[in-house]
């Protein structure tokens, strides 16, 4: 077995503590000016990546982070993980239950703020291909992608803007988490299924990833589910606890992802599933959830948004026309759906559009989504860069527009 | 709310001739002497002159045989026969035996009772051990869950609990843990996350307490406590736990079908594994 020789294991250690250190404190900046942590994490990944450091030091920039090929690969191991882990904590935050009880305003609002943006994110994509600079040629996962990612929600940002606004427990608020967490739900099996299509053409049909997408989803969240609800107390009266939940919940996490990269769908829609599957659990208490979140959000969430400024170089890559043509589709997409659904499920004008304003925002899942794009070469840099620039924009604009929207009512909206 | 609304007027029980029919109809019984109820023995199968003879001879040996007791028999599907029998005698409270746990096939797809509560458009009473000398609910556990329908729930266990001579009833509030999680992402401050936990927690206590100020509980002492679960499935472990004798749930917001099942939530959790007696409380005025 090869190992990484000195300097190189010098230059994985001193990258990941600078990336940390480094995310920790462009975070907390931004979190002070009332914006999400992600925006700074990301600027702290411009700022060390190729479009400032690398483009003024060099030099400094080489030494520090790619030295050499075999630390840039250990580093891309890390990365990896990280993204498996960040999509098993988003799965394990979806509430099935709540999804399952969502009354008639809730349901509305989740099907057309899935539907609609999604259907104007294929349209456009498809007829409109030329709009997004150079992508992958095929024109209908291209498509797809483009009306996926239009559909997407960040359910952290909006619980956390909903919190501040004193929201979180009135109907709209309620509305919002609901939808958010079915269109998170739909989405990532969507994409599954687009990255399988990539990934799978040359072995087996669409058909196939349907197939392999749906039946892994089903197994894992009826038979799946169940198994590892019953034998949680097993494990949690045998083994030491919660310690014994960190190493097993995210040992699943791996194995779900090793078996869906092996047939073909990405590694994260395992992850994903078999989050879903453990937060379902009676068994699993919130501290127990905390742990592990609080392992993957606060070390290997940075790591991974801090490295999307090392791959892109978001200066070379701004393109107007495609930021805006991206934004303006994710703006009208989302909340003319989301108001639709909202008004269709009997809420008020005001009450509609904060919905979706809520649901408008993207944060984190969207540069996930565009990374991973990014890499299967769905997209090219300068759309991956606009999606970025999309992601923080609709997050930082959800809370001012939601405070405007409702915040002077906020007294008399109906209590869940 | 008035005093009339606070009474189970009519009592439907589900009679199947069962090795329990007895203590069904021993717990009835009680139900009328407690409630000052009219009862409605429900019969769904081909009536035979066996069976006729013998629920007879029960009726009239607790001596239940007059203006206040009437039996109907019908043939038919068992559940809408007796939801739609409800449904045309206005029952207040249906009561079933039933089976603690079912097996998997039969929980999917539905015993009897199960069925019932879940469509029941009436409070319902599920026994899981029918007494031929029953002797009442003296330990009741009962949802304290922020919902509209919490008060009505509260205020009919109070009465039950009054009725049947309790000391004390357990209300459990229930934290869903899955909406406070989300309170502590990477954006909190732990104090910050604590607090807002905090004042969510206080706003579920203000209107709890207000509701018990609201309440007519005589002597009886209210304990409550907060649990942080999923809702349904803490109380019902908290029943267990403490073997209270009575559960009292506010009845599910719509039916309850097969998904419900395959991805429970609330009652399902109780009603997959009834850990005593239970007790769904249909608000009217929630309809």
Same mark, same amino acid.
């Given at each position: 077995?090869?190992?990484?020789?000195?300097?190189e294991?010098?230059?994985?250690?001193?990258?990941?503590?600078?990336?940390?250190?480094?995310?920790?404190?462009?975070?907390?900046?931004?979190?002070?000016?009332?914006?999400?942590?992600?925006?700074?994490?990301?600027?702290?990944?411009?700022?060390?990546?190729?479009?400032?450091?690398?483009?003024?030091?060099?030099?400094?920039?080489?030494?520090?982070?790619?030295?050499?090929?075999?630390?840039?690969?250990?580093?891309s191991?890390?990365?990896?993980?990280?993204?498996?882990?960040?999509?098993?904590?988003?799965?394990?935050?979806?509430?099935?239950?709540?999804?399952?009880?969502?009354?008639?305003? %809730? *349901?509305?609002?989740?099907? &057309?703020?899935?539907? !609609?943006? @999604?259907?104007?994110? /294929?349209?456009?994509?498809?007829? +409109?291909?030329?709009?997004?600079?150079?992508?992958?040629?095929?024109k209908?996962?291209?498509?797809?992608?483009?009306?996926?990612?239009?559909?997407?929600?960040?359910?952290?940002?909006?619980?956390?803007?909903?919190?501040?606004?004193?929201?979180?427990?009135?109907?709209?608020?309620?509305?919002i988490?609901?939808a958010?967490?079915?269109?998170?739900?739909?989405?990532?099996?969507?994409?599954?299924?687009?990255?399988g299509m990539?990934?799978?053409?040359?072995?087996?049909?669409?058909?196939?990833?349907?197939?392999?997408?749906?039946?892994?989803?089903?197994?894992?969240?009826?038979?799946?589910?169940f198994f590892?609800?019953?034998?949680?107390?097993?494990?949690?009266?045998?083994?030491?606890?919660?310690?014994?939940?960190?190493?097993?919940?995210?040992?699943? %996490? *791996?194995?779900?992802?090793? &078996?869906?990269?092996? !047939?073909? @769908?990405?590694?994260? /829609?395992g992850?994903?599933?078999? +989050?879903i599957?453990?937060?379902?659990?009676?068994?699993?208490?919130?501290?127990?959830?905390?742990?592990?979140?609080?392992?993957?959000?606060?070390?290997?969430?940075?790591?991974?948004?801090?490295s999307?400024?090392?791959?892109?170089?978001?200066?070379?890559?701004?393109?107007?026309?495609?930021?805006?043509?991206?934004?303006?589709?994710?703006?009208?997409?989302?909340?003319?759906?989301?108001?639709?659904?909202?008004?269709?499920?009997g809420?008020?004008?005001?009450?509609?559009?904060?919905?979706g304003?809520?649901?408008?925002?993207?944060?984190?899942?969207?540069?996930?989504?565009?990374?991973?794009?990014?890499?299967?070469?769905?997209?090219?840099?300068?759309?991956?860069?606009?999606?970025?620039?999309?992601?923080?924009?609709?997050?930082?604009?959800?809370?001012?527009?939601?405070n405007?929207?409702?915040?002077?009512?906020?007294?008399?909206?109906?209590?869940? | 709310?008035?005093?009339?609304?606070l009474?189970f007027?009519?009592?439907?029980?589900?009679?199947?001739?069962?090795?329990?029919?007895?203590?069904?109809?021993?717990?009835?019984?009680?139900?009328?002497?407690?409630?000052?109820?009219?009862?409605?023995?429900?019969?769904?199968?081909?009536?035979?002159?066996?069976?006729?003879?013998?629920?007879?001879?029960?009726?009239?040996?607790?001596?239940?045989?007059?203006?206040?007791?009437?039996?109907?028999?019908?043939?038919?599907?068992?559940?809408?026969?007796?939801?739609?029998?409800?449904?045309?005698?206005?029952?207040?409270?249906?009561?079933?035996?039933?089976?603690?746990?079912?097996?998997?096939?039969?929980?999917?797809?539905?015993?009897?009772?199960?069925?019932?509560?879940?469509?029941?458009?009436?409070?319902?009473?599920?026994?899981?051990?029918?007494?031929?000398?029953?002797?009442?609910?003296k330990?009741l556990?009962?949802?304290?869950?922020?919902?509209?329908?919490?008060?009505?729930?509260?205020?009919?266990?109070?009465?039950?609990?009054?009725?049947?001579?309790?000391?004390?009833?357990d209300?459990?509030?229930?934290?869903?843990?899955?909406?406070?999680?989300?309170?502590?992402?990477?954006?909190?401050?732990?104090?910050?996350?604590?607090?807002?936990?905090?004042?969510?927690?206080?706003?579920?206590?203000?209107?709890?307490?207000?509701?018990?100020?609201?309440?007519?509980c005589?002597?009886?002492?209210?304990?409550?406590?907060?649990?942080?679960?999923?809702?349904?499935?803490?109380?019902?472990?908290?029943?267990?736990?403490?073997?209270?004798?009575?559960?009292?749930?506010?009845?599910?917001?719509?039916?309850?079908?097969?998904?419900?099942?395959?991805?429970?939530?609330?009652?399902?959790?109780?009603?997959?594994?009834?850990?005593?007696?239970?007790?769904?409380?249909?608000?009217?005025?929630?309809?």
């Open positions: 077995m090869s190992v990484l020789s000195h300097s294991n010098i230059s994985v250690i001193l990258s990941l503590g600078l990336m940390l250190i480094a995310a920790r404190l462009f975070g907390e900046f931004f979190r002070k000016l009332k914006m999400p942590l992600v925006v700074g994490e990301l600027i702290a990944g411009v700022v060390l990546g190729p479009s400032l450091l690398g483009y003024f030091y060099p030099n400094i920039s080489t030494i520090i982070f790619t030295q050499n090929e075999h630390a840039a690969i250990a580093l191991g890390i990365i990896n993980i990280s993204i498996i882990m960040l999509l098993f904590v988003a799965g394990m935050e979806l509430n099935l239950s709540l999804i399952r009880q969502q009354g008639k305003a %809730a *349901f509305s609002t989740s099907v &057309f703020g899935l539907i !609609i943006p @999604l259907a104007m994110g /294929f349209a456009i994509g498809y007829f +409109g291909y030329n709009l997004f600079g150079e992508n992958s040629t095929d209908i996962a291209f498509a797809l992608f483009i009306g996926t990612s239009m559909a997407i929600s960040a359910l952290p940002v909006i619980a956390r803007t909903l919190l501040d606004l004193n929201l979180f427990r009135t109907k709209v608020g309620s509305i988490i609901t958010a967490m079915f269109n998170d739900l739909i989405g990532w099996i969507l994409f599954s299924v687009i990255i990539l990934k799978g053409s040359a072995h087996h049909s669409l058909l196939f990833t349907l197939l392999y997408t749906i039946g892994y989803a089903l197994i894992m969240l009826t038979a799946g589910r590892i609800n019953k034998s949680m107390p097993w494990a949690e009266k045998n083994f030491s606890w919660p310690g014994g939940f960190l190493s097993l919940s995210l040992g699943l %996490a *791996f194995l779900g992802a090793a &078996f869906t990269e092996y !047939i073909g @769908l990405h590694a994260i /829609f992850a994903f599933i078999i +989050g599957s453990i937060g379902d659990s009676v068994h699993v208490t919130e501290k127990m959830k905390d742990n592990v979140s609080q392992f993957v959000t606060n070390i290997f969430a940075p790591l991974f948004f801090v999307i400024g090392f791959k892109v170089n978001f200066l070379n890559h701004f393109d107007l026309q495609i930021t805006l043509v991206v934004l303006i589709l994710a703006i009208v997409g989302k909340i003319s759906g989301a108001y639709l659904g909202a008004k269709l499920g809420l008020s004008n005001k009450e509609s559009l904060a919905i304003f809520g649901l408008n925002a993207r944060g984190a899942m969207e540069i996930i989504l565009a990374i991973l794009a990014l890499q299967a070469k769905l997209i090219g840099e300068d759309l991956f860069v606009a999606i970025v620039i999309m992601a923080v924009v609709t997050s930082v604009l959800a809370g001012p527009m939601l405007w929207l409702l915040k002077p009512k906020a007294n008399t909206i109906e209590t869940n | 709310m008035s005093n009339k609304e009474t007027q009519k009592i439907a029980i589900a009679i199947a001739f069962s090795p329990r029919c007895e203590a069904m109809i021993a717990e009835a019984k009680l139900l009328q002497q407690t409630f000052h109820s009219q009862l409605v023995f429900v019969h769904v199968g081909k009536k035979s002159l066996q069976e006729e003879q013998y629920l007879k001879h029960l009726i009239h040996r607790f001596n239940l045989d007059g203006a206040t007791t009437k039996i109907i028999w019908e043939v038919g599907d068992p559940v809408e026969t007796i939801l739609q029998i409800c449904q045309e005698h206005k029952i207040d409270l249906l009561v079933a035996g039933a089976l603690e746990k079912e097996g998997i096939i039969k929980y999917f797809f539905g015993g009897i009772s199960r069925q019932l509560s879940r469509k029941a458009k009436c409070s319902m009473l599920m026994l899981t051990e029918p007494k031929i000398h029953p002797t009442g609910f330990h556990v009962v949802e304290g869950t922020d919902h509209p329908k919490t008060e009505y729930t509260i205020a009919k266990a109070v009465e039950i609990a009054r009725a049947f001579g309790s000391k004390s009833i209300i459990i509030q229930e934290s869903d843990e899955n909406k406070l999680a989300l309170i502590r992402s990477e954006e909190f401050k732990e104090k910050e996350a604590d607090d807002h936990k905090e004042a969510l927690h206080k706003e579920e206590d203000e209107k709890l307490k207000e509701i018990l100020r609201c309440t007519d005589g002597e009886l002492i209210i304990k409550t406590e907060r649990i942080e679960g999923k809702p349904g499935y803490v109380i019902s472990k908290f029943s267990r736990d403490k073997e209270a004798d009575l559960l009292i749930l506010n009845s599910p917001d719509k039916p309850m079908n097969l998904l419900d099942r395959v991805f429970p939530h609330d009652i399902e959790y109780a009603l997959s594994d009834l850990p005593c007696n239970l007790l769904i409380i249909h608000s009217k005025d929630s309809e």
